[in-house]
């Protein structure tokens, strides 16, 4: 009789087990794969990793996800991006490939570049990252034959109607946000994470989560420098240019939370290897937002505050001093603090977080969008019915599982 071995003995590799045991399970994982159109199958290194249903859902919710944020980056960069670029200019385009102008609102990109001298670039980039992200997802179904996903039949939110904006329907509206501040608080903590349950976390800026105001300027008068001001900007164009700031970290936020997250339900190493190299940059740009939002200024405007964020006092409760406040609130403390993660037991550990279904999933990721107000229709005083479909997709991603 044949000497019978362990399956990871000579000639047998953890690849070629997880090769072979999918081709002779594929009659038996059959209602799991994706059926009709074969899909190309050139992995590197000789991966023969099937795509499954649940890898195109990932990548259809994904491809999706990053239309929507290009639509709102598009409307951030035609108002706030940068005019003069140097010597290694970033074309922008809409998405329908209309040309756009940036930085039409001189207002808006004096008050960003008192976050950052550099906001303007910043944003510029981060409009082209995400053009490129849903396009190039876009382009890698189309080439596996799945189809691409085009949301722009639910473009009818009004953009600003300041000059030298394209006056097309857009997918997002800037202009009615309830930014939810605690990834601010979140990052920042020894003792909580999100996937232990739901902590409560405080809000960096309470007031951009009490009620809704806009990231961008809405008309002239929020667009343009006032002579009287000396090439000052008010203190209500500030608040809008802050406001933006804040915003910036929380959509960016939740891509680094939602790209690890889906990426442990992918079964092909080639897609997987996608979410892999999109996430981080996702991440990227959240560290830079995360950066430059405590360069906020102290500041009034009607019903909203911008508290100061040195440390010294929890804008949430003026009684509250400490290193716990400190910990929470110090501008500067903008890389992931040491928390808990899988089990307590473990000790704690820097990471992303969110990374469950539950708290950074793509239901996770739409639901926080809708609590935004991005897809706030003003005239129905109503969510648009992107928010039906996007539900639809992050269901299908979320529902996706790894097959062995």
Do not use: C
């Given at each position: 009789m044949k000497k019978q071995g362990n399956m990871f003995t000579k000639g047998s590799t953890r690849r070629s087990f997880l090769k072979?045991?999918?081709?002779?399970?594929?009659?038996?994982?059959?209602?799991?794969?994706?059926?009709?159109?074969?899909?190309?199958?050139?992995?590197?290194?000789?991966?023969?990793?099937?795509?499954?249903?649940?890898?195109?859902?990932?990548?259809?919710?994904?491809?999706?996800?990053?239309q929507v944020e290009a639509d709102l980056w598009i409307q951030y960069a035609e108002l706030g991006g940068a005019t003069n670029q140097g010597l290694s200019p970033i074309e922008v385009q809409h998405l329908k490939g209309q040309p756009i102008t940036q930085g039409n609102a001189p207002a808006y990109v004096a008050a960003?570049?008192?976050?950052?001298?550099?906001?303007?670039?910043?944003?510029?980039?981060?409009?082209?990252?995400?053009?490129?992200?849903h396009r190039f997802l876009n382009n890698y179904l189309k080439s596996k034959g799945a189809n691409p996903i085009d949301l722009s039949g639910f473009a009818v939110l009004a953009p600003s109607s300041v000059a030298g904006?394209?006056?097309?329907?857009?997918?997002?509206?800037?202009?009615?946000?309830?930014?939810?501040?605690?990834?601010?608080?979140?990052?920042?903590?020894?003792?909580?994470?999100?996937?232990?349950?739901?902590?409560?976390?405080?809000?960096?800026?309470p007031d951009l989560a009490r009620n809704p105001h806009t990231a961008i300027p809405l008309n002239r008068d929020d667009a343009n420098l006032d002579p009287k001001l000396n090439g000052n900007v008010s203190t209500h164009q500030q608040a809008i240019a802050s406001t933006a700031g804040f915003h910036f970290g929380?959509?960016?936020?939740?891509?680094?939370?939602?790209?690890?997250?889906?990426?442990?339900?992918?079964?092909?190493?080639?897609?997987?290897?996608?979410?892999l190299s999109i996430g981080p940059s996702e991440t990227m740009h959240f560290q830079v937002w995360h950066d430059k939002a405590g360069n906020a200024p102290q500041l009034t405007d009607g019903d909203l505050s911008f508290?100061?964020?040195?440390?010294?006092?929890?804008?949430?409760?003026?009684?509250?001093?400490?290193?716990?406040v400190a910990d929470s609130f110090q501008a500067n403390l903008i890389m992931p603090e040491p928390t808990f993660f899988l089990n307590a037991d473990l000790g704690p550990v820097s990471i992303i977080r969110p990374t469950s279904t539950a708290q950074g999933g793509a239901?996770?990721?739409?639901?926080?969008?809708?609590?935004?107000?991005?897809?706030?229709?003003?005239?129905?005083?109503?969510?648009?019915?992107?928010?039906?479909?996007?539900?639809?997709?992050?269901?299908?991603?979320?529902?996706?599982?790894?097959?062995?």
């Open positions: 072979n045991g999918t081709v002779a399970g594929a009659a038996t994982m059959g209602a799991g794969l994706l059926s009709g159109k074969a899909f190309a199958l050139d992995r590197e290194d000789g991966d023969r990793a099937p795509i499954t249903k649940g890898d195109i859902a990932i990548l259809t919710f994904l491809s999706a996800l990053e960003l570049r008192v976050l950052d001298g550099d906001m303007p670039q910043y944003i510029s980039d981060n409009t082209d990252d995400e053009i490129s992200h904006v394209l006056q097309v329907p857009r997918l997002t509206n800037l202009q009615h946000l309830k930014v939810d501040t605690t990834w601010w608080t979140r990052y920042r903590s020894a003792k909580l994470n999100p996937d232990f349950g739901n902590p409560k976390f405080e809000n960096a800026v929380f959509i960016e936020q939740g891509g680094s939370s939602l790209y690890p997250t889906l990426a442990q339900k992918v079964n092909n190493l080639e897609v997987l290897r996608v979410l508290p100061v964020l040195d440390g010294s006092n929890d804008p949430n409760d003026p009684n509250a001093s400490g290193t716990d239901v996770a990721a739409v639901q926080s969008f809708v609590d935004d107000g991005l897809f706030f229709d003003p005239s129905t005083n109503s969510n648009t019915p992107i928010v039906a479909k996007l539900m639809s997709l992050a269901e299908e991603a979320d529902e996706a599982r790894r097959r062995f």
